[in-house]
C-alpha cells in the first residue's frame, strides 16, 4: 500500500506553491517568486514582499513601529 498525503488540499489535486524566504532576482521569474506571486496577487493572506524577502505583515508592521520609536527618541 502506498502512502497518502495528509491534509487539506483542493478538489483537482493540485497543491498550491508556497513562496520562496527570498527573491533570487533571476531574470525569467521562477514560479515561487514572492516578487512574482505579490504582482499576480497569488501570494497567501498575511505575507507581503520587503526587500525581495518575504514577510508576515505583523512583522513588518513591528519593525515599522520600532524605527519610528527610535526616530523620536533620537
Known sequence: MGKKAKG???KD????KLPKKKCCEDTPKCQR????????G???EGYTVHKRRLVTTAELE???RKKSKKKIAA
Open 8 to 10: 487539506k488540499g483542493s
Open 13 to 16: 489535486g493540485k497543491v498550491a
Open 33 to 40: 517568486c514572492p516578487l512574482r506571486m505579490l504582482k499576480e
Open 42 to 44: 497569488t501570494l497567501p
Open 62 to 64: 513591528r519593525s515599522r
